[in-house]
């Protein structure tokens, strides 16, 4: 069964960075748009991040852009999301996704998901 499983979230301040990784279990996913969800407690899913499976083209929610950034690495069928400048208001328990098709846009069905990684921002 295709898996996604994401790794490299933790406790962070204010101001400081993370790298989060989804290693995909199938090499099909190098080809999928691959995205970044996050869910904060007493809050819905929301999308972060998307990318094409050329990376060439990518899509941020407006609460990161600039700060975050998608990449992958598809011969190693991992996914990346890089996070600088972290908030508080960044604390959730983030996703990663994938998806046939092309689209980036953050309303898409996305058919695979992790099980997510914490990550917390301490002030």
């Known amino acids: 069964q295709a898996q996604l499983v994401e790794s490299g979230g933790g406790l962070v301040q204010a101001g400081g960075s993370l790298r989060l990784s989804c290693a995909a279990s199938?090499?099909?996913?190098?080809?999928?748009?691959m995205a970044w969800f996050r869910q904060a407690p007493g809050k819905e899913r929301e999308f972060v991040a998307a990318t094409t499976y050329s990376g060439t083209v990518t899509n941020y929610a407006d609460s990161v852009k600039g700060r975050f950034t998608i990449s992958r690495d598809n011969a190693k069928i991992t996914v990346y999301l890089q996070m600088n400048g972290l908030k508080p208001e960044d604390t959730a328990v983030y996703y990663c996704a994938a998806r046939m098709g092309t689209t980036t846009s953050r309303t898409a069905p996305y058919g695979y998901w992790g099980q997510g990684t914490q990550v917390t921002v301490s002030s």
């Open positions: 199938e090499r099909t996913f190098s080809v999928y748009t």
